[in-house]
């Protein structure tokens, strides 16, 4: 646990809606983000609690794979901080009444509103997104556009955070958005920690438009994941692409090619992101110079890392710091 971070009074609740035909795996991934133990951050007690409801006392999941019951009504998104709403294949079938005013009640008392993948359709038809940005996955774009024409659609993207309502654009862009509320709540250091429990990038810059034609690569290249724990012990140090490359003992073509097919970004974006996730680290341990922060972690000057903070997370380095830093006179050693 970062020194310095506190715990808040009870657990973030989180309710996620299981209407009938939606995706196991979404709902799996809300679980395991938000509702399974995390003793990788050596916490007395949880951040999150999760909880499943659903519109009848049993729903049958996509394809009838099976069908859940013995969870707790629609009622229950009433005490809930996040709503989570996964995605179905049918997602231009209309939802009940019920799910759609459960959806509306929640962010109308100010709950978080979370979609996966074609979830956005349900949020869209309960009014939430009109003159708002969101996503979808990339093959319902079209039907997206053609139903709700007021929601500013952006198909290429992994996910769009509007602060009370984010989307997500397909179902492993799910555990992107999740990570993203991990980093949002609770700071840089936890969302790795989670990251690297579940062997996920903490960071995917790359949208979804390079998974429009050929989502799988026919032949897969060797794992990156060598190299990627070589450059994280050196992100201090002048690394380039063809740094990288020179490493892997590939040509920077092949390397970049490796990146787009295992990690759906570039290595010069991955470099970025992970130097200013250790910025980020940095900054929640206590080290207030800005200069040295950039240094540290690669970012090279105090304008390159308040630019660059600003872009990933939203916030001026002063601001993250008020947010996530330790509390004001505890003694921090970075």
């Known amino acids: 646990m970062p020194q310095g971070s506190s ?17 196991p795996f979404e709902v799996g991934v809300a679980t395991e983000l938000f509702g399974l133990p995390r003793p ?14 659903t519109p009848t006392p049993g729903v049958r999941m996509n394809h ?6 013995g969870v707790p009504g629609l009622e229950a998104v009433d005490g809930a901080d996040t709503l989570v709403v996964p995605g179905r294949p049918d997602n231009v079938v209309p939802r009940g009444a019920d799910v759609l005013d459960a959806i509306r009640r929640s962010h109308a008392r100010g709950a978080r509103v979370v979609s996966f993948c074609t979830g956005s359709f349900a949020l869209a038809e309960a009014g939430l997104l009109d003159g708002r940005r969101a996503t979808t996955h990339w093959r319902w774009a079209g039907s997206f556009r053609e139903l709700h024409p007021k929601v500013l659609l952006e198909p290429d993207v992994l996910f769009v955070d509007e602060g009370d309502i984010l989307t997500a654009a397909g179902s492993a862009a799910a555990l992107d958005l999740g990570l993203h509320i991990w980093r949002r709540d609770h700071g840089a250091e936890f969302a790795n920690a989670v990251s690297r429990r579940l062997v996920f990038a903490t960071h995917r810059d790359g949208g979804q438009r390079q998974f429009v034609e050929r ?24 690394l380039t692409v063809a740094d990288l490359a020179a490493r892997a003992a590939v040509s920077p073509a092949t390397l970049h090619r490796r990146f787009r097919a295992q990690l759906g970004t570039t290595p010069l974006a991955w470099l970025t992101g992970e130097r200013v996730a250790l910025a980020c680290r940095l900054i929640e341990r206590g080290e207030e110079r800005l200069d040295v922060v950039a240094a540290r972690s690669g970012l090279g000057t105090a304008a390159n890392l308040r630019a660059r903070l600003r872009r990933e997370t939203g916030l001026s380095p002063s601001a993250y710091r008020r947010r996530f830093g330790p509390a004001t006179g505890e003694a921090v050693i970075v």
């Open 64 to 69: 009838g794979f099976f069908t859940l019951t």
């Open 215 to 238: 989502p799988v690569p026919d032949t897969p290249d060797e794992s990156l994941a060598p190299l990627l724990a070589w450059a994280q012990e050196r992100l201090g140090e002048a």
């Open 40 to 53: 990788e951050l050596g916490l007395p007690r949880p951040l999150y609690e999760v909880a499943l409801c």
């Open 7 to 23: 715990q808040p009074a009870r657990p973030h609740r989180v309710a996620v809606i299981v209407d009938r035909g939606t995706n």
